[in-house]
């Protein structure tokens, strides 16, 4: 099992910015690719940035070049930079982590609300 724990959300002005944060805990050693998504009112959930296997990552194409991910092995955390945020950026975002079997573990969701 993985526990994800999402913190860092708020209200950012368009052009400003804003960290997030994914503490992990559990059993760290089954996950082969985690990272961040988000989900807007009335729009499926999408890709924001992740790690996958290598340590390789990968970002959605809304995001390129504004938005960065990093990781903290010592203290098993995931953070997300967004930088020059934009209204459209508006959202739930999600920390979620995926298992060498293909489970899915999600956080709770943090709010990021970027005004214009």
């Known amino acids: 099992q993985v526990q994800l724990v999402e913190s860092g959300g708020g209200l950012v002005q368009a052009g400003g910015s804003l960290r997030l944060s994914c503490a992990v805990s559990?059993?760290?050693?089954?996950?082969?690719?985690i990272g961040w998504y988000r989900q807007a009112p009335g729009t499926q959930r999408e890709l924001v940035a992740i790690?996958?296997?290598?340590?390789?990552?990968t970002y959605g194409d809304s995001v390129k070049g504004r938005f960065s991910i990093s990781r903290d092995n010592v203290n098993n955390i995931v953070s997300l930079q967004m930088n020059n945020v934009k209204p459209e950026d508006t959202a739930v975002y999600y920390c979620?982590?995926?298992?060498?079997?293909?489970?899915?573990?999600w956080g709770q969701g943090t709010q990021v609300t970027v005004s214009s």
């Open positions: 979620s982590a995926r298992s060498f079997w293909d489970t899915r573990y």
């Open positions: 559990g059993n760290g050693g089954i996950i082969a690719d």
């Open positions: 790690f996958v296997s290598g340590g390789r990552t």
